[in-house]
DNA sequence: GATGAATGAGCATTCATTCAT
DNA sequence: CATGAATGAATGCTCATTCAT
């Protein structure tokens, strides 16, 4: 009876920011200027975001932004850490057995997708990450979850016989997992190396992946 | 092959900024800042460098630094120009022929020990890469040089016929080269995953670069 | 005479501030912010107090302490004239006739124990003061009460005999008083110059004020 | 030969602030600073200054404030040690053996004037010191000065047996000390109670220190 | 009565850049 | 060439106060 839904969250600072609102309102207003948040960031990266663009942005004034965030490093946390939710449910989906080639090609499908869809946060979270040692937590963070679910894999199938028993599981995943989170960033964040359509580029990673890798019946 | 590095040195405004000095004096105070202004870029990030702080670390005033450079951005690019010109040379240096394994193996040594030593610019570069397309540009330059080399070395192998004929070789060089610059960032700019000695890991990417990419005589 | 502490409360402005609340839990309410605002004056000071604390300490809403109080400034007048009331209460207390030596010492311990127990709002009574005209006013009101109740006594003393003539009676008054009074703030507000209980530093005072510190020939 | 003037002074914080000017102009400008500074403080009080104030008084830029101090808190901490070294001069002349009456009424006298020439800085101290802890000690300790002083007199006068054996010099020297100290803080700060010129106060305080005030059946 | 969201004036502060010496 | 003083635009941030619900 007395516990109620508001013990849940709430971490506030002295001053009340950081408050999960109170009020259909004031979440509203919290979401808009998370929103607001990444359209700026996006246009002029982290550096040169100001805050008052983002209060405008969200039409409110520069005051409201305060109520919910400490500054514009916290509300960039925030982004992030919502990023870092899609990305854990993006890792948790175990891969496919039975045809691995089958299985990369689909992963780096969903994982490519994944990425440039949030590619305008990619750039800003790689450019701070950099300089903040929050920032370059949290993005450790999703990277590990990544190469560790493709380290998982390749154990699984070096226990199958499928999998070459001279990789190292955890340096291979970093190698192979890194490759594929390079070439996304080199696609969607820097708009670099167009060639090849990601349906393409996930034939010819899994190509790569299946002949360096795996041992394959060819042999 | 006609984009060469020494191009982006040496532009001098109307104010006679940038010039070379013509003083041992001169010379010898551009130099210092040149080099005060890496150690300041390290140690805080090209966001949060202050030009007041080259100068100190120079042991300069204020004011000198304007004599030689137009801002912080200015004095980034020279730096960045000067990092290019090396990884340029690295870049032309050809591929041994003969075995292709133990050729992937020494390039990637050298090819690391040259981000390492130099992995304090790289994370500047990056960082400023995001927000700036004149720095930007500057790295996409390098980037392609690199995967050209590669490009290069994998197509001779095709016309040798030790290269498979299924990797289209631009996009197997971005993701190889991809592979092997995103580790080496890993490992010298982000301090993460420290698994694995430089010889191992050479060991461990030539592995994959052979069996994926390569058909060897163990086929 | 004619001034008296209650003149200053009770003011109500066009909007219905400052009004006695008509219910039970109007009353209740306003109570709460003035131990809330005493509470906070006490950690934080006038100049850093900040309406919302206050609100907060009492569980109440921000806008709440509007229906009750203009401003911060105008809860610490009501706080202060409280303190009047009590001060008034003490002066109005006429010394005891007969042994003088045994009244200084029961007066000093008396105020000194008022003193202690409002030392906080004394701060901040003190801090304000020196800023703003109309507290200065209240405290210099509370003084002269003090003051002129020690003159009082003095004058009487001098009819009486038993008090030099070479003393001017106001004046004296404002030293001794004053003496008394700073003192109980050295030890209360700023905790300095722990020498000493109430009781040892009553009978210092009175021995300081019945004989007086030298040695003379009349003795 | 090495070690020069550089040496002695000059703390400086990251950004060169609080510096010693090395100039002539620098110097002056840093005066012009710590004047304009004292007006305000003395027009406006510590709360109600602002830091634009000062630099506008000065005839300056705003942020020539902050080449020279950190906020307005650290510029009232120097014009605070300023008067610092003011009353340590003060206090560390020794009082005048011989006729005791003599040489309280002499030090009240010019202790008066003192309190007198610096009543704005004073009044600012106090207001100040009931928040902050660094300008309490400050206060304090010009305080402890003053009465240790008293002290040691009184001190010597119970050897030279001129001061009455049953009186703590430390206690004592607080509550006579204090009793000064007040009084010039009513005069001169607070403007209040003006019977009395300096002249005749001395007079009536020294009467009091050498008589105390009630005519004892002792006499 | 009460709530909490929103406002915006008010100030502090930083730092690139210019300038007099 | 070099110095360091001065400038001022650009922003950040706080908090008293009002308002819709």
Chains 1, 2, 3, 4 share one sequence.
Request: aromatic share 8%; charged share 35%; proline share 3%.
């Amino acid at each position: 009876m007395a516990t109620e839904a508001q013990d849940l969250v709430t971490v506030q600072d002295e001053v009340g920011r950081d408050v999960e609102p109170k009020t259909r309102k004031g979440r509203r207003s919290k979401r808009a200027l998370l929103d607001a948040a990444r359209v700026v960031f996006r246009e002029r990266g982290f550096a040169h975001a100001r805050v008052s663009d983002m209060a405008a942005e969200a039409g409110m004034s520069n005051g409201a932004f305060y109520r919910y965030f400490k500054d514009k490093h916290d509300i960039l946390m925030a982004l992030l850490s919502e990023l870092s939710e899609e990305m854990y449910e993006f890792s948790r989906v175990p891969w496919q057995p039975g045809d691995p080639k089958h299985s990369v090609r689909e992963s780096t499908l969903r994982y490519m997708e994944l990425y440039r869809d949030n590619a305008d946060l990619m750039r800003v979270e790689i450019e701070v990450a950099q300089t903040e040692l929050t920032v370059h937590e949290v993005w450790r963070e999703s990277r590990a979850m990544f190469f560790k679910r493709i380290a998982r894999s390749l154990r699984r199938g070096q226990k199958e016989g499928i999998v070459r028993k001279d990789i190292d599981p955890d340096l291979a995943a970093s190698l192979l997992g890194g490759m594929t989170e390079h070439y996304a960033y080199l696609q969607y964040v820097l708009k670099d190396e167009p060639q090849g359509s990601p349906k393409r580029l996930a034939e010819q990673i899994s190509r790569i992946w299946a002949n360096g890798v795996y041992l394959t019946d060819e042999e």
